[in-house]
């Protein structure tokens, strides 16, 4: 049986492949399980400080769910499976470095639901996006509803979802669902160049950062204060702290050790 995940690590940045492209890297059991293990692996893996996703191929970067597979299903075999992904989908904005996504094509469903759980997201130039379930007589269920509206605006958002748009890649970054678009030959470059630019940088700080702003945003600005303040407590007895400190003054590149 074929991997369905690709991993590949270098220069402390993970690269996720969604390795489906005969099946438009849809969400199979096998990759939910797979991607699921990948996770867990990369998150406590210290070594890596950025983590990209992207899928096979150069058409789609991921379909959602694998309708295919869901027909044979039974009411409760569904139940599990959306289930899973709304799990594999919540590992992925839970990983405690920044997840870039770079999106290889079109993202429906929860194709767009795994890109919302990124960090930041990178698109070619023939990149399309949407949350089209309500046209299957369904609703995004893998947190498109939380996070879209949270990203672009609640009534944008209730736009797209109630009509199941497709929006196209200049729109999508127009809206705010994705920072740069690129040609399809730039793509992993973009994705890498703005890794290696994250990597170069403390990574205690950095996953501080990301935990002080994820955590933030869902509560009241005193609350929200009060966590960046424990975030940055955090970053004070750090060996890179004093790192930073010396190489400003000896007018050098810092090395930074996650220490």
Not at 103 to 128: H, M, P, Q, T
Not at 162 to 176: C, D, F, N, S
Request: glycine share 8%; with cysteine; hydrophobic share 45%.
């Amino acid at each position: 049986m074929s991997q369905t995940i690709l991993l590949e690590v270098q220069n402390h940045i993970a690269t996720i492949t969604l390795n489906r492209p005969e099946a438009a890297n849809a969400f199979s059991k096998q990759m939910l399980n797979e991607f699921k293990t990948v996770l867990t692996e990369i998150a406590w893996n210290q070594d890596i400080r950025t983590v990209i996703i992207t899928g096979a191929g150069n058409k789609v970067f991921c379909a959602g769910a694998d309708l295919k597979e869901r027909a044979s299903m039974t009411k409760e075999e569904v139940k599990q499976t959306v289930a899973l992904i709304r799990h594999v989908i919540n590992e992925v904005e839970a990983l405690p470095m920044p997840v870039i996504a770079a999106i290889n094509g079109v993202a429906f469903g929860g194709g767009l639901e795994l890109a919302l759980a990124c960090d930041i997201r990178v698109a070619v130039e023939s990149a399309k996006v949407g949350l089209t379930e309500t046209s299957l007589a369904i609703i995004p269920g893998a947190g498109g509803t939380q996070r879209l509206p949270r990203l672009i605006g609640i009534g944008r958002a209730k736009e797209m979802i109630y009509t199941a748009r497709r929006v196209e890649a200049k729109e999508a970054k127009e809206l705010g669902i994705i920072e740069h678009i690129v040609s399809e030959e730039e793509l992993l470059h973009k994705a890498n160049e703005i890794a290696a630019a994250i990597v170069q940088n403390g990574p205690i700080a950095v996953r501080q950062a990301k935990l002080a702003i994820n955590k933030g945003i869902e509560v009241d600005l005193k609350t929200g204060l009060d966590i960046e303040q424990m975030a940055y407590a955090i970053t004070i007895p750090t060996k890179d702290r004093i790192e930073g400190l010396t190489a400003f003054k000896e007018k050098r590149k810092p090395v930074y050790k996650g220490e």
